[in-house]
Structures are given as structure tokens and as C-alpha cells.
Nanobody
Framework: QVQLVESGGGLVQAGGSLRLSCASS????????MGWLRQAPGKGREFVAA?????????YYSDSVKGRFTISIDNAKNTVYLQMNSLKPEDTAVYYC??????????????????WGQGTQVTVSS
């Protein structure tokens, strides 16, 4: 069983930065695909970023965050990070860390993720 705990959310002004962390207990990320997804008020959950070991550690980003967000992993700490720069009000959402135990390359599909954290709120003021 994998447990994921996010931290690092908060309130920031537009143009600012935040770094989200996702700590895993239970096992390491080896062979997993790790993703960050978000859900804004009144909207469905959407893909933000992911890293997939089955694809040699390739990273993936949604068009809306590409060039502003960076996903990374510290295997020694069993922690996944999402560095978010140049934040915009439309980035406001609850951000979730998720893990796909099959290490799929189809990381854009929110249905593939088996384990989810509790979410952390990110609010960007204009």
C-alpha cells in the first residue's frame, strides 16, 4: 500500500512561486508513474504534470503549465516535487499527488492513477 501526503500549498500573488511536495510511505517510486493533478472549483480533475519510469524518467506537462512548472523526484527521500513559477489566478485549485503502480506512459489520463494524496490548496490572487 502506498500513502501519499502533499504539502506546500498556500496563497500567493500572481507571478509568484510555490513548491509542492509529495512524500510517499510504503514503498519507493521505482517502476511507478508519479503525477500531479488539480481540481478547480466547479471543474473536473485535470492533469498537470507527471514523470514515468517506464519511459526512462520522461516528464510530461499540460500545455497550460509547460514552461512554468517542473516536476522532479528525490528517490532518497521518496518525495516528488512540483515547482510552480509565474503562477496565474487560473492555477488556483486543489493539487493532488498521484501514483500509477503500472508505470504507464499514458499519464495524461487521470483514470490510470491508483493512489492519491489528500490534496493541497493553491490560491493565486490577481
Amino acid at each position: 500500500q502506498v500513502q501519499l501526503v502533499e504539502s506546500g500549498g498556500g496563497l500567493v500573488q500572481a507571478g509568484g512561486s510555490l513548491r509542492l511536495s509529495c512524500a510517499s510511505s510504503g514503498r519507493t517510486f521505482s517502476n511507478y508513474a508519479m503525477g500531479w493533478l488539480r481540481q478547480a472549483p466547479g471543474k473536473g480533475r485535470e492533469f498537470v504534470a507527471a514523470i514515468s519510469w517506464s519511459s526512462g524518467g520522461s516528464t510530461y506537462y499540460s500545455d497550460s503549465v509547460k514552461g512554468r512548472f517542473t516536476i522532479s523526484i528525490d528517490n532518497a527521500k521518496n518525495t516528488v516535487y512540483l515547482q510552480m513559477n509565474s503562477l496565474k489566478p487560473e492555477d488556483t485549485a486543489v493539487y493532488y499527488c498521484a501514483a500509477d503502480r503500472h508505470g504507464s506512459s499514458n499519464v495524461y489520463n487521470v483514470q490510470i492513477y491508483d493512489y492519491w494524496g489528500q490534496g493541497t490548496q493553491v490560491t493565486v490572487s490577481s
